[in-house]
């Protein structure tokens, strides 16, 4: 059984001023969020300490009002007893009349607690805090003391199997990525393929290769078609790291390719404008793309064409393999974050761009791409240099197509595991939600599957009402919009998808949602007209269908349908547009707690994008259309 009671019948904030003497040393402490814990910031004398301060001693419960609501609480460790904090750190009393101490402290290292402190938070953009009436009135069912114990041994049970799951999943990780790393070490050192070379041993030799590539550079710059670059350096033994087969050859990325290319084109025809952010970390991700016009995007972008390899310069996307080909680009043309390097494949004696992506993928391309970085911290970037001197290993032609497949193979197949280890990620995390539903959860709530929403199963059943309900598949960026807007939209605002969303280029974006949508088990990517778009795997298709009938997604389905129903009105034009304008007049709305037209626009045209030649959201959107979405969202509030 469980009965009823306010947050203020079990908690209470308590202070202990301290009367700070100039010339003594004190602790002063700060509370790191997502669950990290408690620390001291600094030792700092009394004297240089202007604000009001209040002393907190070992085991008390102190929380921040500003990052409460991600994570940011603690018990005071012993060797931060007489710390100091800001009034901005609460002190929390907890009433064990009503909960146990160890039972409450238990909770709040789950989504329980977090919860909590969402519902409990509001105000401004950068400025949202915990606020006493709101969190303080909030009503909770508990369960009686006598079944306290019961719970208590109940979640840390749940707590060490999550522990054993959690280390075992961390494992797999870790060994698939290694596994990974290890099949791009073989491929590049010609040890994926003896076997093939053994069945093909009267190929062309690399080095020929080689020969007709320089040749075609040495005539396209002769035709003035290139211009004439500093002779690289003849490759020394001391640089060679390791034996490759007789029929390859040593080179430079610089002897074969193009380096950051720009492209000619006179005519102002659509291309493709990507962002660094739409660039993935994981392998064989093409990117996807906006549709733009090449005028508005050739100057001040970096240029790539159709079949470009492009990673990251700048750290830390450097050092987190960010990199791509580029493919089904519109026009075979593109142009994008000034934060890229591109190479480019000569047009005739081509080297498969596939194989040198695998090149930048892997370990030895990073680790010494890092060492030579250049910048203050922060903007480190790799220099131009580094990628022409980079000595690669060339094989054969066809020896580098038998390679890129079965690399590509090779990846399928642990992208394959990658899903499972995903889904067993989401299974661990669930078995404390299911503890958790049990005991706090209304009886009148019993009728309903104990198992909580598997939220890659939100994201897929997401992508089948898209398809079901505005007949097409969207991809990642509607994705991030429609899960904000679905729990932004209502003056009771959902927790469907409790992530921290910035304000990007499209709109809203989170880099949570990003992940769990590479990761989903139940989506794929696939072609489109417009780039790539994600969809249903068809394997697991009755998977998600079913999750229709089951009673703990009613919600969710019911939310998403209105929401995909004003998607679909007729308010100020293409569908993508309203969404973007939707989505951005919603966070503003909500980020500033406004809904005054002449601040919401002027917001606006504060908001810097990189769009179709579009600099702010302003520029991009009339004042008119923005009035007819927010007076369209403030009607939905006022439901």
């Known amino acids: 059984m469980k009965k009823r009671y306010l947050i203020k019948d079990f908690l209470k904030r308590f202070k202990r001023p301290v009367q700070l003497i100039p010339d003594k040393d004190y602790k002063l402490v700060t509370i790191s969020s997502k669950h990290r814990g408690i ?111 019961h719970l208590l041994h109940k979640i840390l049970s749940i707590k060490q199997k999550s522990v054993t799951l959690t280390q075992e999943i961390e494992n797999q990780k870790k060994l698939l990525s290694q596994f990974k790393q290890a099949t791009l070490e073989e491929a590049l050192q010609g040890k994926l393929t003896e076997k093939w070379r053994v069945e093909n041993p009267d190929i062309e030799v690399a080095s020929q290769l080689l020969k007709r590539i320089k040749a075609e550079k040495s005539q396209l710059i002769n035709e003035k ?48 404008f990507i962002p660094m952010e739409f660039i993935s970390d994981h392998y064989g991700v093409i990117p996807i793309y906006e549709s733009r016009q090449w005028n508005d995007i050739k100057k001040g972008y970096t240029h790539f064409a159709e079949n470009d390899i492009g990673f990251a310069k700048i750290t830390p996307c450097f ?42 993928k892997s370990t030895d391309f990073l680790k010494n791409g890092a060492a ?75 009728d309903v599957d104990e198992v ?52 990007c280029n499209h709109g809203a974006f989170s880099v949570q949602l990003r992940e769990e949508i590479e990761t989903n088990p139940y989506l794929t990517t696939k072609s489109a007209e417009k780039g790539n778009v994600i969809c249903v795997d068809p394997e697991q298709n009755s998977t998600v269908l079913a999750a229709f009938s089951n009673p703990v997604y009613t919600d969710y ?38 809904t005054d037209i002449n601040t919401i626009y002027s917001t606006m045209e504060k908001w810097e994008i990189e769009q179709k030649g579009f600099k702010t959201k302003a520029e991009k959107f009339s004042k008119l259309q923005t009035e007819k979405i927010l007076l369209f969202i403030k009607n939905l509030q006022l439901t």
């Open 319 to 360: 050092e987190n393999s960010k990199a791509a080909v580029f493919k089904n680009l519109k026009n075979n043309i593109g142009a994008g974050t000034t934060e890229l390097h591109i190479f480019r494949c000569l047009p005739e004696n081509k080297v498969i761009c596939n194989f040198i992506y695998a090149i930048f």
């Open 372 to 446: 030579v970085m250049t910048g203050s911290a922060g903007q480190k970037r790799v220099p131009k240099e580094y990628l022409l001197n980079k000595i690669i290993p060339l094989p054969p032609f066809d020896e580098q197509q038998a390679i890129v497949e079965k690399i590509e193979n090779i990846m399928a197949q642990c992208a394959i595991l990658e899903k499972k280890i995903a889904q067993s990620e989401q299974n661990a995390k669930m078995l404390m939600k299911a503890v958790l539903k049990e005991a706090f959860e209304n009886k009148e709530r019993k």
């Open 39 to 149: 620390k001291l910031r600094e030792l700092k004398k009394g004297s240089l300490i202007k604000s009001n301060m209040y002393e907190v001693k070992a085991g008390d419960f102190v929380l921040s009002g500003i990052d409460a609501r991600n994570g940011a609480f603690g018990i005071i460790p012993q060797e931060l007893d007489g710390g100091i904090i800001t009034n901005d750190f609460w002190c929390l009393q907890i009433n064990e009349n009503v909960i146990s101490k160890e039972l409450f402290l238990e909770l709040t290292a789950t989504t329980w607690f977090d919860d909590l402190c969402n519902r409990g938070s509001d105000g401004t953009t950068n400025r949202v805090r915990l606020q006493k009436d709101k969190f303080f009135s909030q009503e909770v069912p508990l369960p009686l003391k006598n079944e306290q114990k």
């Open 557 to 594: 389905i019911h939310s998403l349908t209105q929401l995909l129903e004003i998607y679909s009105l007729p308010i100020i034009g293409k569908k993508s547009e309203q969404i973007e304008l939707f989505n951005t007049v919603l966070k503003i709305v909500n980020d500033l707690n406004i």
């Open 225 to 272: 078609k290139l211009k004439k670059e500093k002779d690289l350096v003849t490759i020394s033994k001391e640089e060679i790291p390791f034996e490759i087969p007789e029929n390859w050859v040593w080179c430079r990325l610089g002897d074969i390719g193009l380096i950051n290319p720009k492209n000619n084109e006179k005519q102002n025809i659509e291309s493709s």
């Open 452 to 503: 909580q929403m598997d939220r890659s199963l939100q994201l897929a059943l997401m992508q089948i009402m898209f398809k079901q309900k505005l007949g097409i598949n969207y991809g990642e960026v509607i994705m991030q919009k429609t899960a904000y807007n679905l729990d932004h939209l209502y003056r009771k605002q959902s927790s469907f998808f409790p992530y921290s969303f910035q304000s």
